[in-house]
């Protein structure tokens, strides 16, 4: 094929302008399930294992490629802020006590400068609001969005966590990407669900979808289950501020407006999802984290033996 440099640099152009660059992580929730815990720390920082729950979601979000966090913050989550900063005075006590592993793994976690942006919900008028309230950090861009209650494992066949599967079927199809996790039906009137047009398997075209349907009533058993590629048109549909389920501006009825004019695809991903907004689930992420980490596992297994009489 002939070179032809200003059609290359054209491409290029179009593919740096689609490339998903930013995340938007709405962390402004008051965690009212995991009070007393939550009356001082935010849910985010509750601990899998020994990393906070918001930094196995920013992990994930890394792996996939993203350059830029945008954190939906509320009052009391200054201590997210200074996470993802320099701990100066602990860097220094450990590199001066010789804990050069510690320093370095910190420094590992850590986003570079200016990667990060924090913004403030101000009120809880719901997840539309939330991811509204980023529209002037993400500018005319498509985005990611994680929601920061759910983490997910990279132990499926493609070895990859959820929201590297979304970019890779966002690159495929374009348009906008919802990824979907299985429930028991009995489950489906506590999430968004979906519902489903010609289906591909692991991927396949979304044809409706309805934010904490009655019981009884969902069109499908596929939840949404926390990560999103969209468009920036979606800014201008949350802007209108229309009240859906719980009185809540919901992200599910302003992506069900999109998609009357923007394909949605839906990501059934292959891995395992936890979500941490539920006791149980929290607990389960811990064991199941704690089972995957060489240091940990053996003597960790022989405990829950011991503790479950098996
Ligand atoms: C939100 C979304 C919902 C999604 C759920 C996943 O609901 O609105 O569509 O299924 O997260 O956890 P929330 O948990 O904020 O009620």
Redesign the pocket.
């Known amino acids: 094929m002939p070179f032809c440099g200003a059609c290359q640099t054209f491409e290029s152009t179009i593919a740096m302008s689609n490339r998903i660059r930013k995340a938007v992580l709405p962390v402004a929730g008051l965690g009212t399930r995991f009070l007393p815990a939550t009356k001082s720390v935010p849910k985010e920082m509750l601990t899998v294992v020994d990393r906070p729950v918001l930094q196995h979601v920013v992990d994930e979000a890394r792996e996939a490629g993203i350059e830029h966090f945008v954190f939906v913050t509320g009052r009391n989550k200054g201590v997210i802020e200074d996470h993802f900063d320099i701990a100066y005075e602990l860097d220094d006590t450990l590199r001066q006590r010789g804990k050069l592993k510690e320093y370095e793994a910190l420094l590992a976690d850590l986003p570079k400068a200016g990667a990060t942006s924090f913004t403030r919900q101000q009120s809880p008028l719901g997840?539309g609001h939330a991811v509204w309230c980023a529209r002037d950090i993400i500018g005319d861009e498509p985005f990611a969005v994680l929601?920061p209650?759910?983490i997910t494992m990279a132990n499926g066949k493609r070895k990859s966590r959820c929201l590297a599967q979304c970019i890779e079927a966002y690159e495929a199809h374009g348009g906008n990407i919802i990824a979907v996790e299985e429930v028991p039906m009995d489950q489906t009137h506590q999430?968004?669900v979906v519902s489903l047009g010609a289906d591909h398997g692991h991927t396949f075209e979304i044809n409706g979808m309805v934010?904490k349907p009655a019981k009884g009533t969902a069109p499908s058993n596929l939840?949404?289950?926390?990560r999103y590629i969209l468009g920036p048109e979606i800014f201008d549909i949350l802007e209108k501020g229309e009240r859906g389920a719980g009185g809540e501006i919901?992200?599910?009825d302003g992506m069900k407006v999109l998609a009357g004019s923007q394909p949605f695809h839906g990501v059934r991903f292959d891995g395992k999802t936890y979500?941490c907004?539920s006791k149980l689930g929290f607990l389960t992420a811990n064991v199941a984290f704690a089972l995957e980490r060489p240091d940990l596992a053996e003597s960790f297994r022989a405990e829950i033996k011991a503790l479950s009489g098996f």
């Open positions: 997840l929601l209650d759910m999430y968004g934010e939840i949404i289950s926390g919901q992200l599910t979500d907004g």
